[in-house]
């Protein structure tokens, strides 16, 4: 499986700010997802980074609210923007593994004041 | 809209028994599934994937399919309190499609 790490792996931030979260992965991977995990919730998909076009975004999530960058096949960024404290949450970047499997990146804990 | 259920427990089982995690999805087309365990303050694991009808042992831990009736369990034998976690479980309804994530079950091993 591959080697993913996630930077921030932790911060608070104020409201009305935005904070960029970063993925990188160890190997070429042609699907990363972006997830967010509520407190106490399950993980729910905010949008697939495809490489060299848009973003695909989940109902219920905007590009304005989570730009998200895809630069080459190892990398990532989704940038939580303009920051309410409904945002404190888990963000984890996923990537496709084989046999159609997912594999987890460590996670950044987001808490907004 | 495609659905996973799992009961979200507590569930308590004594170490060294046998703990039963169960999972239903609504989408009777769906082809892979997969068991994920969440440690608290950690990112999910993956510990098991099914794709046909039947068992699918690993170590201490069996999965269960059976399409039929739209469900998938997993076993652990012999539990530990090690396996205190939440158990995800995952369905992905087609090819190339996205994965659907149950609720999560929180397993406690009580030594």
């Known amino acids: 499986s591959a080697v993913i790490s996630q930077k921030p792996s932790r911060d608070i931030c104020q409201r009305g700010t935005s904070l960029t979260i970063q993925c990188q992965v160890d190997s070429q991977v042609t699907m990363m997802f972006w997830y967010r995990q509520q407190p106490g919730q399950s993980l729910t998909l905010i949008a697939t980074a495809n490489q060299g076009s848009e973003a695909t975004y989940e109902s219920g999530f905007v590009i304005d609210k989570f730009p998200i960058s895809r630069p080459n096949l190892t990398f990532s960024t989704l940038t939580v923007s303009n920051m309410s404290p409904e945002d404190s949450s888990i963000y984890l970047c996923s990537v496709k593994g084989g046999s159609e499997t997912q594999y987890f990146g460590p996670g950044t804990r987001l808490l907004v004041l | 809209q495609k659905e996973v259920e799992q009961n979200s427990g507590p569930l308590s089982v004594p170490e060294g028994a046998i703990a039963s995690l169960n999972c239903t999805y609504s989408?009777?087309?769906?082809?892979?599934f997969f068991w994920y365990r969440q440690y608290s303050g950690k990112s999910p694991e993956l510990i098991m994937s099914?794709?046909?009808?039947g068992d699918k042992e690993d170590g201490r831990f069996t999965a269960q399919l059976n399409k039929a009736s739209q469900y998938v369990s997993l076993l652990i034998r012999d539990s530990q309190p090690s396996d205190s976690a939440t158990y995800l479980c995952?369905?992905?309804?087609?090819?190339?499609?996205?994965?659907?994530f149950g609720p999560g079950t929180r397993l406690s091993v009580l030594p």
């Open positions: 995952a369905v992905r309804p087609g090819a190339g499609q996205n994965f659907v």
């Open positions: 099914i794709y046909s009808n």
């Open positions: 989408d009777r087309g769906s082809q892979s």
